[in-house]
T-cell receptor, first 109, second 116 residues
């Protein structure tokens, strides 16, 4: 079964803290995507990871990919309130984009 | 450059009524997707177009859902008749046709459908 699992599904944290969101996928994938979605808004592409060991960083967010473990992580450093959103990972498997259920992140001042 | 445009943004209808959603992709994007997103879940693909051809409609409930992309640009998704369980956000996305190792999909704001 083609499956992408994220955890946690819900995360409430204080500003200034670090945390990691995990994304596991069930079978070989060509690409791994991270998207952000604000309430009532569109999905915004954050990162595209293509190969084993790929690491990309944008501001306080860093994404990495381990294709052998079929695992991607999204690390948040020194969180700020503006990063509150729902984060989705999606894996390209057999030309289909298979989505995780999303991680709702709330960052409290 | 304009992004993916969808309309309407919100729609409230009674069950058994028909409803239609419209999407205009990013200019030059040949690939167009319709997704359904339930609350608290990731998007689920309904149909994918390459130009005007529906190349993957395996997850489209064809008894009540239909879609078209007649000129290979904008697209319409229709539900007839709508059921209570169809309440969701309907997302449209597009992807460029040029060879691109990233193959990113760009999403519209979605249409939130409420069926009463």
């Amino acid at each position: 079964e083609l499956k992408v699992e994220q955890n946690p599904l819900f995360l409430s944290m204080q500003e200034g803290k670090n945390y990691t969101i995990y994304c596991n996928y069930s079978t070989t994938s060509d690409r791994l995507y991270w998207y952000r979605q604000d309430p009532g808004k569109s999905l915004e592409s954050l990162f595209v990871l293509l190969s084993n060991g790929a690491v990309k960083q944008e501001g306080r967010l860093m994404a990495s990919l381990d294709t052998k473990a079929r695992l991607s992580t999204l690390h948040i450093t020194a969180a700020v309130h503006d990063l509150s959103a729902t984060y989705f990972c999606a894996a390209m498997i057999n030309y289909q984009l298979i989505w995780g259920a999303g991680t709702k992140l709330i960052i409290k001042p | 450059e304009a992004g993916v445009v969808q309309s309407p943004r919100y729609k409230i209808i009674e069950k058994k009524q028909p409803v239609a959603f419209w999407c205009n992709p990013i200019s030059g994007h040949n690939t167009l997707y319709w997704y359904l997103q339930n609350l608290g879940q990731g998007p689920e693909l309904l149909i994918r177009y390459e130009n005007e051809e529906a190349v993957d409609d395996s997850q489209l409930p064809k008894d009540r859902f239909s879609a078209e992309r007649l000129k290979g640009v904008d697209s319409t998704l229709k539900i007839q008749p709508a059921e209570l369980g169809d309440s969701a956000v309907y997302l449209c996305a597009s992807r460029g046709s040029e060879p691109d190792k990233y193959n990113e999909q760009f999403f519209g704001p979605g249409t939130r459908l409420t069926v009463l």
